[in-house]
T-cell receptor, first 117, second 115 residues
Framework: KQEVTQIPAALSVPEGENLVLNCSFT??????LQWFRQDPGKGLTSLLL?????REQTSGRLNASLDKSSGRSTLYIAASQPGDSATYLC????????????????FGTGTQLKVEL | EAGVAQSPRYKIIEKRQSVAFWCNPI?????LYWYQQILGQGPKLLIQ????????DSQLPKDRFSAERLKGVDSTLKIQPAKLEDSAVYLC?????????????FGPGTRLTVT
């Protein structure tokens, strides 16, 4: 059974700091890994998607890396801003189509980030 | 492009009552998902539809939860009867096979409180 762990559970940093969020997963047979952002009372917004054959993806101030063999991913946020305050979730996808299943996303419990002025 | 729509946004009911949630996926998305997110946890997949067929409902508590997607577009999720532990945000997502294969797009969710 796939388990996804995110560390730390909560993080508070001053504005402008660079930071790293960590995600680890137990089953390396993943199809892809996604990082999401969730604002209070809102749904999930996809930030970055890394296919299993890729090592990293970048979007603006965000960079996500994937090391499938060790079961780890990191989300790097450069020059953090108060608007980055949110909960960040990572999720791994297993492709079950060959066995008659769907494409299953398993989520971590998230890292709650607060960027202070 | 319109996103995934869900209604209602909030619902408060008493235990043992029934409740239904509605989801309209992004136009053309064949795959639809319902997730349950309990406070402080990540979302957990309840059921996945491919068009109007179920491909995974292994984590759906079938004694009280049901879901349907009759015409392969909109979907409803029902809880009957509700328990206190069903208090959660219910998220709907959809995905389209293509360039961003299997990337899931989420709606705003329905926050259910069972008292």
């Amino acid at each position: 059974k796939q388990e996804v762990t995110q560390i730390p559970a909560a993080l508070s940093v001053p504005e402008g700091e660079n930071l790293v969020l960590n995600c680890s997963f137990t089953d390396s047979a993943i199809y892809n890994l996604q990082w999401f952002r969730q604002d209070p009372g809102k749904g999930l917004t996809s930030l970055l998607l890394i296919q299993s054959s890729q090592r990293e993806q970048t979007s603006g101030r965000l960079n996500a890396s994937l090391d499938k063999s060790s079961g780890r991913s990191t989300l790097y946020i450069a020059a953090s801003q108060p608007g980055d305050s949110a909960t960040y979730l990572c999720a791994v996808m297993l492709l079950l189509i060959l066995t008659g299943g769907g494409n299953k996303l398993t989520f971590g419990t998230g890292t709650q980030l607060k960027v202070e002025l | 492009e319109a996103g995934v729509a869900q209604s209602p946004r909030y619902k408060i009911i008493e235990k043992r009552q029934s409740v239904a949630f509605w989801c309209n996926p992004i136009s053309g998305h064949a795959t639809l998902y319902w997730y349950q997110q309990i406070l402080g946890q990540g979302p957990k997949l309840l059921i996945q539809f491919q068009n109007n067929g179920v491909v995974d409902d292994s984590q759906l508590p079938k004694d009280r939860f049901s879901a349907e997607r009759l015409k392969g577009v909109d979907s409803t999720l029902k809880i009957q009867p509700a328990k206190l532990e069903d208090s959660a945000v219910y998220l709907c997502a959809s995905s389209l096979a293509g360039a961003k294969l299997y990337e899931q797009y989420f709606g705003p969710g329905t926050r259910l409180t069972v008292t």
